[in-house]
């Protein structure tokens, strides 16, 4: 069994049922997907649409595609034939493109609205007014090919377990408030936060989807 293989295994045995692994394979060439496939492993997570889709070219059709970085508009078209689930969409322009693109290929695109919790400036997101605002919004309501199933956020780069816990439970809180809304293109039901470094401590705080990927293919190149 390859190192991939193990490390995987070991993480998913400690994954409760509840939780979905997202593999992080972003700069990873395909065998080393393909060794992370052959052990079972079936949903991706890429941050370059680009990259994306050349994988998606070359690997089995049966794999579930997630976009997990930032996202710009004008790339989105490259990726609606194919991908699974969006998870940075941050802001009421890029859900319009996505919707756009998804009704000019006749798609339903599922989303994750990305909420800023971390301290730091460089990490993207809606704050809680402006998530609150755009789901609200006359606009919004008005999209019929996407749906918003969930939240995804990035703590603070820190070893400081107790922020980092503090930020998980703050999107975790806003997430509760907001699962009573449910509209047609509204249900959430997907937390998407936890990565390598910090999965555990987001499970607890009650992820329900991890991005991990330098614990399963080693540290990135």
């Known amino acids: 069994m390859s190192y ?13 049922s509840n939780v979905t692994l ?29 990259e994306m889709t050349e994988k998606w070219q070359q690997m089995p059709k049966d794999i579930e595609w997630h976009m997990i970085g930032h996202v710009q508009s004008n790339k989105v078209k490259y990726m609606i034939p194919y991908v699974k689930l969006i998870h940075g969409v941050d802001s009421l322009k890029l859900l319009k ?30 704050n809680e007014n402006e998530l609150i605002e755009l789901l609200n919004s006359d606009e919004f309501k008005e999209m019929t ?43 959430l039901e997907t937390l998407s936060m936890g990565m390598s470094g910090d999965y555990q401590l987001a499970i607890d705080c009650g992820s329900t989807m991890v991005r991990i990927g330098s614990s399963i293919f080693g540290t990135r190149n």
């Open 4 to 16: 991939i293989q193990q490390n995987l295994n070991k993480i998913k045995s400690q994954l409760p």
């Open 22 to 50: 997202v593999a992080v394979s972003k700069t990873k060439p395909v065998e080393d997907l393909m060794e992370a496939y052959n052990a079972g492993q079936r949903i991706f997570g890429e941050n370059k649409i680009q």
């Open 97 to 126: 493109e996505i919707n756009r693109q998804a009704v000019r290929w006749r798609k339903n695109i599922n989303c994750l609205l990305q909420i800023h919790i971390a301290e730091e400036e460089t990490k993207f997101g809606l």
């Open 145 to 187: 090919n996407i749906k918003v199933i969930g939240l995804m956020g990035m703590a603070t780069f820190t070893d400081n377990q107790g922020q980092i816990k503090k930020e998980f439970q703050n999107l975790k809180n806003i997430f509760d408030k907001l699962q009573q809304l449910e509209t047609l293109n509204l249900k």
